[in-house]
């Protein structure tokens, strides 16, 4: 598995943020020598370097109120989140309480990811983009305990994070067939013809569907997701300010991971916001594949004209209502990732001065600046 980017930044950080100079000296304290983890170096740059105030908090405050800063910038990335996810449809996922395997349709689901993969082989292709719809269901499906735990005490988090997911498995399963797939008419009795679009297939792990299901995978698979879950589940809470009350080092690498576990999330709630699609939409699309399909393997065994030509006017009726959707679900998809990306575009270059992010002026910081 390719060591993602999201993972290990490539980029430098902007050492000018955190270098020490004698105005950031106050009260004969040296700023220098306090110890800062990589996880809050990193959240250094969400704040306004500029602005005097937030500079000389971030640089005075101890280990423990580090955590106290990312904590505070957590809940702050959470809000965007939580202002939309109200408006997106997930359909009946939120009924399964956690567990995928009760979701309407979960069977039909798993049979089109194995068509899918069918297809691949047999023109040769990449089974990659399908590869990572698969593995984040079984993600999720391995993870059930924990989901169906967050249900039952409400814990906000886990909830959206599992219905989230669950939702872009749905609607990468249903974009890959309304991109991907071609219903080709062949002769009278012939039947639908299903065929590989090799180009569109070259482009879906472009899609953020599949990036961020792909960085899912990375997590799920490093165990970053599952300490942050736990220890979010085992707090039994809403947003993430009993966290400092923890272990300093531990917690600042569980906040590290979550400032990388919201962005992912909210890319894809902003996406399915802007997109308006409908779950109904991403379930026709699946049932026409399977039709289809079993259409051709029921053409394929009789042997009688009649017979054939009613299963090629049944599939030309499917394929024409088909290709409706499909036209649908592309359109959508890519209306919602053109605005969900200028969205979190903006939202990422906002740089935060201290009073937009603390309640309070942390403790460490105001020994050192009064």
Known sequence: MHNYSFMNPVKDIDTSFYMVNEEDNINDFDASKIYRSKAFTEAMERFDKEDLMTRKILLSVNEADQNVVMTSLANKLYEHIVD?????DFGTIPLSKGDVTKIDNYDKLTECINIINDILQQYNQSTESI???ATALQNIIDRTDMFTKAYKFNIEMPIIIYNTIVLSIVSAVSYMISVCIDFIKSGSDQGIQISLD????SKTKDNVLFKDLEKFNKICSNGEFDKVMDYVIANNTKNFSGMAMYG?????VILGAMLLIIPL?????????YSRCRIADYFDAQAALLTVNAYNIEN???????????????QKKIADKFKKIADTIKIK????????????????????KQDEVLDNIPDSANSTLF
């Open 333 to 352: 998809s890519r209306t919602g990732e053109d605005k969900s990306q200028k969205e979190i575009k903006k939202l990422d270059s906002k740089k935060y």
């Open 248 to 252: 300093a080092a531990s917690v600042a």
């Open 265 to 273: 999330i909210r890319e894809l709630i902003f996406f399915f916001y």
């Open 198 to 201: 090799r180009v569109a297939l």
């Open 84 to 88: 939309k996810v109200d408006d997106i």
């Open 300 to 314: 394929n065994l009789t042997q009688d004209y009649k017979n054939k030509k009613e299963i090629v006017s049944k």
């Open 131 to 133: 590869e990572i719809i």
